[in-house]
């Protein structure tokens, strides 16, 4: 079984689903690790959509902004798979709350290997589009492609999903 695998893929890109699809196979009890916050109403539908996908289908959902390190510390076991989704979004909740990003990546690369049971992770791959405008756009861009190459190198399987289509990178 697959210990760590990164879901990568672009906004829409059906990369949640695939991931969800991929715990379910498992057979191992699932929970889901959500980091996002809402921001605005489009951001509370798009959550909501998700809410939806998972109901009647036994997923135990956490919800942690900031400190997922410590949440996959008390969540992860032998016997469950753990979807994060996603780590851009822990990205957006560190940049805007002025936390002190690279401790709390170093945070998770540290319990990444010690992680009982299976953890799937989610991310955007924000670096294929146009450069942003704003310092803290070209922030974000740049804090998302190191963040997604760290966890990369800790997993083991590695897919790239594109119009829901997937494309492995590794593994």
């Avoid at 690369?109 to 803290?136: C, H």
Wanted: aromatic letters at 6%.
């Amino acid at each position: 079984m697959t210990r760590i695998r990164l879901v990568l893929g672009g906004a829409r890109s059906g990369k949640s689903a695939f991931a969800e699809r991929v715990a379910r196979e498992t057979g191992l009890e699932r929970h889901y690790l959500a980091t996002s916050r809402i921001y605005d109403d489009a951001h509370a539908a798009r959550i909501e959509l998700h809410r939806q996908a998972r109901a009647g289908d036994d997923w135990t959902v956490h919800e942690e902004p900031i400190a997922l390190a410590q949440s996959l510390r008390d969540t992860a076991a032998d016997h469950r798979v753990v979807l994060v989704d996603c780590l851009t979004l822990w990205l957006t909740n560190l940049l805007l709350d002025n936390m002190d990003i690279d401790a709390h990546f170093d945070g998770l690369e540290e319990v990444l290997p010690t992680l009982p049971g299976a953890v799937l992770f989610v991310a955007n791959e924000v670096g294929l589009s146009v450069a942003p405008e704003t310092k803290l756009g070209n922030q974000f861009r740049d804090w998302a492609g190191v963040l997604n190459q760290r966890v990369a190198h800790h997993a083991q399987h590695v897919d790239f999903i594109a119009a829901g289509l997937p494309l492995k990178l590794k593994g």
